[in-house]
């Protein structure tokens, strides 16, 4: 088992451009997070799958973001038309909701640059 | 609203011990501790369940108050790698709400 496994790592883009970051979940985990954090704040809930389905989404999560999860294995979030203020490190996490333990296994995250 | 930890931030001397404390104003169904290092992702520590509880990996232990909504970490005989942020999380509706933070440099 290699992880939570995010790419990229790193990604500079001109505001209004679009980007997409895909995250690979560990295998069998059912349940995958989006969170996202600034600098010295601790990570913000997204979204998150059971599976396929994306269960909730955060308040924070404006229409310019999207995420999928369409076989139920990797997920991605894009970004359109980014602003200044996307600029965060965006991070993923995968659990396996099983009874009362639902331990979440970050992955490394992607570092959004916007300028 | 998140939990609140305190203190901001510790420093040490390789072999101090410290604590740090996680408070809510919400009920707290469990208890997750995470470290981060600098351009890295939260690390996984424990989790507590039940009020009361208290857990120990190493020389990091923790301790659940439910009725205070309340946990606390604590760190034995510091090591250089115990430096980082802690963040405690609590669940809700099955999304974990992170805590303020607390930064921990331990030195030799």
């Known amino acids: 088992d290699t992880g939570v496994s995010q790419d990229p790592r790193h990604k500079i883009t001109k505001r209004g451009q679009n980007v997409t970051f895909r995250c690979d979940p560990i295998s069998e985990h059912n349940r995958l997070y989006w969170y996202r954090q600034t600098l010295g704040q601790g990570p913000e809930f997204l979204t998150y799958?059971?599976?396929?389905?994306?269960?909730?989404k955060s308040r924070l999560l404006s229409d310019r973001f999207s995420a999928e999860r369409p076989k139920g294995s990797f997920s991605t979030l894009e970004i359109q038309r980014t602003e200044q203020g996307d600029s965060a490190m965006y991070l993923c996490?995968?659990?396996?909701?099983?009874?009362?333990?639902?331990?979440?296994?970050f992955g490394p995250g992607t570092r959004l640059t916007v300028l | 609203q998140q939990p609140v930890q305190s203190p901001q931030a510790v420093i040490l001397r390789e072999g101090e011990d410290a604590v740090i404390n996680c408070s809510s104003s919400k009920a707290l169904y469990s208890v997750h501790w995470y470290r981060q290092k600098h351009g890295e992702a939260p690390v996984f520590l424990m989790i507590l369940l039940k009020g009361g509880e208290q857990k120990g990996h190493e020389k990091i232990s923790a301790s659940f108050n439910e009725k205070k909504q309340q946990s606390s970490l604590y760190l034995t005989a510091s090591q250089l790698s115990y430096s980082g942020t802690y963040f405690c999380g609590t669940e809700r509706e099955d999304k974990l709400i992170f805590g303020t933070g607390t930064r921990l440099q331990v030195f030799p």
């Open positions: 996490a995968s659990s396996l909701a099983a009874g009362p333990t639902d331990t979440q296994y």
């Open positions: 799958f059971q599976n396929e389905a994306q269960l909730e």
